[in-house]
């Protein structure tokens, strides 16, 4: 099930990991589990592994966060250290709603791979957004480039 929620046959093995962290002994836990993706992709993470609300409410941090010195980066951090778990919880959901509503092992795994999966979508639009993003700083840097004391 894990896999057709992940729908990348090469990340399965790491969301599995990921997921037994999270499960102890028939008992969530939130713990700590590091994603890179997670760190520099932040809200976009959880949107792209359609988690809506747990993408909202990290926006929605980050967004208040970014008022504070470093709070951007901490929420950078933490995201990359927990953010997985929300999506271990809507994997866990979904699980269940799957399984309480059928009862063949195949349609449970091809509506599972209809409900997880990912958005990719949400890759290129962080392209953009990184590709903006250095454009500016592009921009911000030119002139000090072509005359030094500009700035000054």
């Known amino acids: 099930m894990v896999e057709a929620f992940v729908d990348k046959p090469d990340v399965t093995q790491w ?27 932040g809200f976009l993470f959880l949107l792209y592994r359609k988690q809506y609300v747990a993408a909202l409410v990290l926006f929605l941090l980050s967004t208040v966060a970014s008022a ?19 999506v271990y919880k ?15 092992e195949a349609e449970r795994i091809e509506t599972m791979r209809r409900v997880g999966g990912y958005h990719q979508w949400v890759v290129w639009i962080y392209v953009v957004m990184a590709l903006l993003f250095w454009f500016g700083v592009a921009v911000m840097l030119f002139p000090l480039l072509l005359d030094p004391d500009f700035y000054m």
């Open 90 to 104: 809507g994997y866990k959901e979904k699980k269940a709603q799957i399984e309480a509503a059928i009862d063949d």
């Open 15 to 41: 969301y599995e990991e990921a997921f037994a962290t999270y499960e102890h002994n028939g008992v969530d836990t939130m713990r700590w589990h590091w994603s890179w993706w997670a760190f520099f992709g």
């Open 68 to 86: 504070v010195p470093f709070g951007g980066l901490i929420v950078m951090i933490l995201s990359g250290g927990y953010a997985t778990y929300f």
